[in-house]
């Protein structure tokens, strides 16, 4: 298989991997209904850079020391299931995420949620899981300088979490102005994406307690 089969198969990999439903889908999707398109944007950058910072600790050998421990893996999973859980339980008390926005709303800078976004990255396991069973597998020495190699396979899972959560961040953000003009609505709606992120904490929590 050449070098460019091999990119394409990676691509297909990721894009597998990031349509399927989990703690950043949900996060993005939860921040752009409740805040707008630029909060589900801000909450992508941070996802973004919490990728980033998965090669990294790929390289350093940290996804490494997650499988010689397994209880760090189960740790991080239900750290990550507790964050989303208190993010899901703030919908369900909320009742004006979708009324137009207050000067107190607006105060609230975009990098508090990239900064949320990019600890649920990190709160994140399965990620590092994927960083060490399949990202380690495409870097070759004979392709090239691995770092080079390792930069190449991050842009495309950049890329491709831009164009999939890009896409929901859009689509949510297109939702919350139709029911912004609709409150009994928005605040059903609300309430349904705040349940939604418990239900996937739920989900995720009992895969963390489930024994080995």
């Not at 964050?83 to 207050?102: K, N």
């Not at 770092?147 to 495309?156: K, N």
């Not at 605040?187 to 989900?203: E, M, S």
Request: charged share 10%.
């Amino acid at each position: 298989m050449n070098h460019a089969a091999q990119l394409w198969l990676f691509f297909v990999l990721v894009f597998g991997v990031i349509a399927l439903p989990g703690l950043d889908m949900a996060f993005v999707f939860g921040s752009a209904l409740s805040g707008g398109r630029a909060r589900g944007l801000a909450a992508l950058g941070g996802i973004v850079a919490g990728g980033a910072c998965h090669v990294l600790m790929t390289a350093l050998g940290i996804s490494v020391l997650i499988r010689l421990l397994p209880g760090v893996f189960n740790a991080l999973l239900l750290a990550g299931a507790l964050y989303i859980a208190w993010i899901g339980v703030s919908l369900l008390r909320s009742a004006v995420a979708f009324r137009a926005p207050t000067v107190r709303h607006a105060a609230i800078p975009l990098g508090a949620t990239f900064r949320q976004g990019l600890f649920t990255c990190l709160l994140n396991p399965k990620a590092y899981l994927f960083m060490l069973a399949i990202f380690p597998q495409f870097l070759r020495p004979a392709d090239g300088r691995l770092w080079l190699q390792a930069l190449v396979l991050w842009a495309i899972v950049a890329l491709t979490q831009c164009g999939v959560y890009g896409t929901l961040a859009l689509l949510a953000g297109r939702v919350r102005e139709w029911l912004q003009g609709r409150p009994a609505s928005g605040v059903l709606a609300t309430r349904c994406v705040g349940g939604l992120l418990i239900a996937v904490a739920v989900f995720t929590g009992l895969e963390a307690l489930r024994p080995a």
